[in-house]
C-alpha cells in the first residue's frame, strides 16, 4: 500500500507541475500579447474588414461577368439579325433590275393578237417565261402590287393622275399603270396607279 501511496503522490505532484506549467504559458502569452501591443479585437476587426472587401470583390467580379455574358448575347443577336437582313436583301437589287424584263414579258402578252394562231405559240411561250419568273420572284420573298380597285396607299402606290369618276368612291385606285413589288414585306417599287376624285377630296399623291 506504501508504493501505491507513493506513486499517487507521484502523479498529483507531477499533474500540479502541469497545470502550473500551463498556468505560467498561459501567463506569459498574455504578457507578451500586452508587451507587443497586440490587441485580438483589433485584429479581428482587420480581419472581418478584410473579409468584407473581399467579398465586395466577389461581387463586383460576378456582375462583370453577367455584365460580359449579357453584352456578349446581345452582340450576337445583333449579329444574327444583320446576317437575316442581309440574307433578305441581298437579292434587292438585282430583283429591281429583273423587274424591267417582268414589265416588257407582261406588255408582249398584253400587246399580242391572241386571234393570230400564227402566233399562239410564241404567246404561249412568253407567258410560261412569265409564269417562271413570277414563281421564282415568290420563292425569293417578292409580291406583287396589283391594287386595281382598292383604295389608295401612299406607302405602296404612287399616284401618276387623279380623274373624277362615279363609278368609283374617291380616293380608289381605278387603273394600274405598272405593277409594285414588295421584297421580303419592304418596298422594292411602288405601283404606279390612277386614282378616283370625287367632289372636293382629295388625296395624298405621296408615296
Known amino acids: 500500500m506504501s508504493e501505491d501511496k507513493a506513486s499517487n503522490e507521484e502523479q498529483s505532484a507531477a499533474q500540479a507541475n502541469a497545470d502550473v506549467t500551463e498556468q505560467e504559458l498561459i501567463l506569459d502569452a498574455e504578457q507578451a500579447e500586452e508587451s507587443d501591443g497586440f490587441d485580438w479585437r483589433v485584429y479581428a476587426d482587420e480581419l472581418e474588414a478584410k473579409l ?3 467579398e465586395a470583390t ?6 462583370s461577368v453577367l455584365r460580359a455574358k449579357a453584352d456578349g448575347e446581345n452582340a ?12 433578305k436583301f441581298a437579292l434587292e437589287k ?17 400587246a399580242a393578237d391572241t386571234e393570230n394562231e400564227a402566233l399562239r405559240p410564241l404567246l404561249e ?3 410560261l ?10 420563292k425569293f420573298g417578292l409580291e406583287i402590287i396589283d391594287p386595281q380597285g382598292q383604295p389608295f396607299n401612299p406607302e405602296h402606290h404612287q399616284a401618276m393622275s387623279m380623274q373624277e369618276n362615279e363609278d368609283f368612291a374617291p380616293n380608289t385606285v381605278m387603273a394600274v399603270m405598272q405593277k409594285g413589288y ?3 414585306g419592304r418596298l422594292l417599287r411602288p405601283a404606279m396607279v390612277m386614282v378616283s376624285r370625287g367632289g372636293s377630296n382629295t388625296v395624298d399623291t405621296q408615296a
Request: charged residues 35%.
Open 58 to 63: 466577389i461581387e463586383g467580379q460576378k456582375e
Open 94 to 110: 438585282f430583283a429591281g433590275e429583273l423587274l424591267s424584263v417582268v414589265d416588257n414579258l407582261e406588255r408582249a402578252t398584253q
Open 125 to 127: 411561250g412568253i407567258e
Open 129 to 138: 417565261t412569265q409564269k417562271s419568273f413570277m414563281a421564282t420572284f415568290e
Open 52 to 54: 468584407s472587401a473581399a
Open 76 to 87: 450576337r443577336r445583333r449579329a444574327e439579325q444583320e446576317v437575316d437582313k442581309a440574307r
Open 182 to 184: 414588295l421584297i421580303n
